[in-house]
């Protein structure tokens, strides 16, 4: 019999993004230009999105402005890509400034259908949205940012054919584990919930 208990230990790590999706928030600039952020603190509750994101970044002051957005999925081949925004910024008083994001990580603007900002033609997934809520979170260092999904995008080679479902064997969001990025796994199992189980 295999017993998955083992000893433990307190730990103090720097950070704890212990497996969040990694997104792609496309917004508008005060100026009209797009902005494209990645972020790794992004989970959904039905139709509602909740993002953690730093005060002071250009895309809070974008959503504070103008809250229409685009919540872009990207897959694990786009790591790259993400790792390469990250080391920008949208703020142009600011160091490693970049006007154009989406030439810089070499993706492509998609228009989107309900909102302003474009979508990333590359994501499987994209969640046009509006923030319907920003708030400082209890310690006053990140805005948390409700938002409501208005569209949700889906590329043909992750869904069921013929429903509105996501196949979850050919969809793998890119992960964001400690600072280093993965794709899903193999199948476990699947929820009692689930409405694309298999046999």
């Known amino acids: ?7 433990h230990r307190v730990v103090e790590p720097h950070i704890l993004y212990f497996g969040t999706p990694v997104v792609l928030l496309s917004t508008i600039d005060p100026d009209g230009e797009v902005n494209l952020a990645p972020i790794s603190s992004a989970w959904a509750l039905d139709r509602t999105v909740v993002l953690g994101l730093g005060p002071d ?5 974008n959503l504070a402005a103008r809250p229409e957005l685009v919540v872009n999925v990207p897959g694990p081949g786009l790591w790259r890509q993400v790792e390469r925004l990250g080391a920008t910024t949208g703020r142009a008083d600011a160091p490693h400034f970049v006007r154009d994001k989406f030439g810089h990580a070499g993706l492509t603007a998609q228009p989107s259908e309900l909102v302003a900002p474009p979508r990333v033609a590359e994501c499987p ?3 046009e949205a509006r923030a319907a809520d920003l708030r400082a979170d209890a310690t006053g ?3 948390v940012v409700e938002v409501h999904v208005l569209r949700v995008h889906a590329a043909d080679s992750i869904t069921v054919p013929g429903t509105d479902y996501v196949e979850p064997a ?5 992960v964001y584990n400690f600072r280093h990025y993965f794709g899903l796994g193999a199948e ?7 409405r694309t189980p298999r046999a």
Do not use: C, K, V
């Open 1 to 7: 019999m295999n017993d998955d208990r083992t000893s």
């Open 57 to 61: 970044g250009q895309t809070s002051r």
């Open 125 to 127: 997934l994209q969640l």
């Open 141 to 143: 260092e990140f805005l």
């Open 170 to 174: 050919a969809w793998s969001p890119l």
């Open 188 to 194: 476990l199992g699947h929820s009692a919930r689930s």
